[in-house]
């Protein structure tokens, strides 16, 4: 295996539980990683999430110009330069977001699977993403590891998404989550982004997620070519 040159690490199940703040070793750690190599971290979350997650629990020191912050699954990038810069973003228009939205609630009606109980809105609009989370944005840590470990759930709602909205690309990630995007604007778009941006070989770039598998939000960045590491 040549030397790797960049480390992309997905978020929620990868550096964190689902939506929780990254702990104290993992702040070390990828702080200690900074120090030598380049990193990346690809999530289906919005940049609030990497700032709640990440980013304000990084040690003081943390080299971050080494840092690249791909929110919305790749559909957006961040880099730190006196200060962190968005370099682009690939947004819905209203329509688009509207038909996603109509989908997203037929598709759960249809599939038999709509939660009972919910904490917080189910839908939200990240711009670049829409975002599906089961149980609802707050939903408790416990309650979203019961819900559908196996991903039996959301590979139904999945179904009857792709036969909706085949236009757009539909992928499962976190513990609750659905992600669509612009079609062939995922985590692979990203990948391809990171490489165009940095200089740096897909080759030269180790991928580490949890949802690495046909469907799973992680598998694009794994079709980029990247040595895939799956994580539990």
């Not at 990630?173 to 995922?186: E, H, L, P």
């Not at 949802?211 to 539990?232: E, H, L, M, R």
């Amino acid at each position: 295996m040549n030397r790797k040159k960049l480390i992309v690490f997905d978020l929620d199940g990868t550096l964190a539980e689902s939506k929780a703040a990254i702990d104290k070793e993992m702040a070390e750690r990828l702080a200690a990683l900074l120090s030598v190599e380049r990193v990346a971290v690809i999530s289906g979350g919005d940049w609030p999430q990497f700032e709640k997650q990440v980013l304000g629990h990084l040690p003081k020191e943390a080299k971050l110009k080494n840092l690249s912050i791909l929110p919305t699954c790749g559909t957006k990038y961040y880099e730190y330069k006196r200060g962190w810069k968005q370099l682009y973003a690939e947004n819905f228009t209203d329509e688009q977001k509207q038909k996603i939205i109509d989908s997203l609630n037929q598709s759960v009606d249809e599939s038999g699977y709509k939660a009972k109980k919910t904490w917080g809105e189910a839908i939200e609009d990240r711009g670049s993403q829409i975002t599906y989370s089961a149980l609802g944005q707050s939903a408790p840590l416990d309650e979203k590891k019961k819900y559908d470990p196996d991903f039996k759930k959301r590979k139904k709602i999945k179904a009857y998404l792709d036969k909706l909205i085949p236009e757009f690309d539909v992928n499962l990630g976190g513990a609750t989550s659905i992600d669509v995007t612009k079609k062939g604007i995922d985590k692979e778009y990203g990948m391809h982004k990171l490489h165009q941006v940095l200089g740096i070989k897909i080759s030269e770039m180790i991928f580490i997620g949890d949802a690495i598998f046909p469907g799973g939000n992680d598998y694009p960045a794994k079709q980029s070519g990247a040595f895939s590491v799956c994580t539990k």
